[in-house]
């Protein structure tokens, strides 16, 4: 017997003193070390009474040891629970109820409120704090520096991640092994990474773009990672040079693009930039490659399938598209019947593979929902695909406005508005209207140092778009309310304007 997963990205790495994990501090951990701090985490977690199949929450500060919280329930056959840090008790309650974790690992600072609720559910508790310390390490430093890797199949799962749930209830999206190996290997090989690259790490790693795609990528080759706790663009300036390619949201991006320090001879020897998570605009991707020659590589995905199409590494790589079904991904674009579309029609992303979860955790009727019998899981996400295979999300299901009786999908106006002069971004939502059921409402965001004239921006789109597309408002903000994978908040937005169409 074996550990597919464990063994595919960490036991392969046995007595390599190579570097894995630059850190901020100028400390670099060897794969050794870190497996070394696997195996004594995965020593206390037995001790502690953990059989296989049993949850281990864990809300902590991104670091070293988190990572090898990751990998010693790997080695120990346990299943990674790893939740936002913005999470408050309330909301930590329902995912230590809902999952039944046995074990919850917190920072110190949040011990006393945390301890009786998890004492309530009869889950044990222990630190871990952003520096490393806690009563977990403690425990583990006590312990010996090997493990005997519990036999796993491909099969059981490795991983339960929340969805963000925002409508209702988060779910907890079921991965097994071969969910998480099957898509690291599908990337490395699309996107060519080998040991010779070190990937500049600035994700957190409680959701699966910085957990998954980027460090499982990067254990599966057995390259290195310079590994920061956030984004600190000071930081990433400074470490960029010695980086071969980054993944990021494409916040990352436009903050870059913002700093005048950040030169193409800082990305001299970067071969490769990934973006995900949140859509990348055109105009981002055609300032990046004009300051540094770079072309970013978007890919789209999400918590219960992880990746499923990506730009070509070789090739045309398009803006605003999110490129094309990785291999052993089926994509098909749906109407809500399941149907297949004629190519070139806006529809609903079903996909199917290896990549797909196996369902939420307790949520049969969830599950059924929107997983289909045949394996296709609908993905909520609207989008259509050329006749070349690139596929272009236009938006989630439920941002779909209905005004009058017709579909009006909000990307179509908001490329529109992002061309306008002084525009540097824009959301549009539908917001309840008396006559119409939903009306199109505009929020836009300021180039800096430019007033947009409203007016005139209605006037444009009065010429480009059928009526009926219209928004029938736009608004001037600061900035749009996003989350801390940059996904736009829309649900907030049409919370802030419900009602300015019917008081
Ligand atoms: P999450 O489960 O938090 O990873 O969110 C997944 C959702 O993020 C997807 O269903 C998409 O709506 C969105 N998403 C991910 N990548 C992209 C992308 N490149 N462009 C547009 N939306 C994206």
Redesign the pocket.
């Known amino acids: 017997m074996a550990n597919p997963l464990f063994d595919a990205l960490f036991g392969i790495h046995a007595g390599k003193t190579t570097p894995f994990l630059h850190l901020a501090s100028g400390e670099t951990l060897s794969h050794q070390d870190f497996l070394a701090l696997t195996a004594r985490i995965a020593n206390t977690l037995s001790q502690k009474g953990l059989h296989p199949g049993d949850r281990v929450a864990a809300q902590i500060e991104k670091s070293p040891e988190t990572l090898a919280l990751y990998a010693a329930c790997a080695q120990a056959g346990l299943i990674f629970l790893p939740l936002n840090t913005a999470y408050t008790a309330d909301e930590l309650s329902y995912f230590i109820e809902n999952s039944g974790a046995l074990l919850v690992v917190c920072d110190a600072r949040n011990e006393a409120t945390l301890a009786p609720m998890a004492q309530a559910l009869g889950a044990g508790i222990m630190t871990l704090n952003a520096d490393g310390s806690g009563s977990l390490t403690e425990h583990a430093d006590k312990m010996p520096d090997s493990f005997d890797t519990v036999d796993r199949d491909g099969e059981d799962l490795a991983a339960f991640?929340y969805?963000?749930g925002t409508t209702g209830r988060s779910k907890g999206a079921m991965l097994t092994q071969n969910n998480l190996l099957s898509n690291a290997r599908t990337l490395v090989k699309e996107w060519q990474f080998t040991a010779d690259d070190t990937l500049l790490h600035a994700l957190p790693i409680f959701?699966?773009?910085g957990l998954f795609v980027a460090t499982n990528v990067m254990l599966l080759v057995g390259g290195a990672m310079v590994f920061l706790p956030r984004f600190d663009l000071d930081a990433i300036l400074d470490h960029m040079p010695r980086a071969t390619s980054m993944m990021g949201v494409p916040t990352f991006y436009t903050r870059l693009l913002g700093d005048a320090r950040f030169t193409k001879d800082l990305t001299a020897n970067m071969r490769l930039f990934i973006?995900?998570?949140?859509?990348?605009l055109a105009d981002t991707h055609i300032q990046f490659e004009e300051r540094t020659g770079h072309r970013i590589l978007?890919?789209?995905?999400?918590?219960?399938t992880n990746m499923n199409t990506s730009n070509p590494y070789e090739g045309e790589r398009r803006a605003g598209t999110?490129g094309l079904p990785l291999p052993g991904v089926e994509l098909k674009i749906c109407d809500d019947q399941g149907a297949e579309l004629p190519q070139g029609e806006i529809g609903i992303i079903e996909v199917r593979g290896e990549n797909v979860f196996k369902g939420y955790w307790q949520m049969p009727e969830k599950t059924a929902a929107e997983l289909r019998e045949d394996g296709f899981f609908i993905?909520?996400?609207l989008a259509s695909m050329d006749e070349d295979g690139y596929v272009t999300?236009v938006g989630?299901n439920k941002d779909l406005i209905i005004s009058g009786g017709f579909n009006i999908y909000p990307k179509e106006i908001e490329l529109i508005l992002d061309e306008q002069d002084g525009v540097l971004e824009s959301a549009v939502i539908g917001v309840p209207h008396p006559d119409f059921g939903e009306s199109p409402v505009g929020i836009l965001v300021a180039q800096p140092g430019t007033t947009p004239d409203l007016e005139g921006i209605a006037a444009a789109l009065s010429e480009k778009l059928a009526r009926f597309k219209q928004p029938k408002k736009l608004f001037l903000v600061k900035e749009l309310p996003r989350n801390t994978?940059g996904?736009v908040q829309k649900n907030q937005l049409r919370e802030t304007y419900k009602d300015l169409f019917t008081s």
């Not at 973006?275 to 990348?280: C, E, K, N, R, V």
């Not at 978007?298 to 219960?304: D, I, K, L, P």
Request: aromatic share 4%.
């Open positions: 991640l969805t963000s959701h699966t773009h973006s995900g998570s949140a859509p990348l978007e890919r789209y995905g999400m918590t219960e999110v993905t909520g996400d999300i989630r994978m996904k």
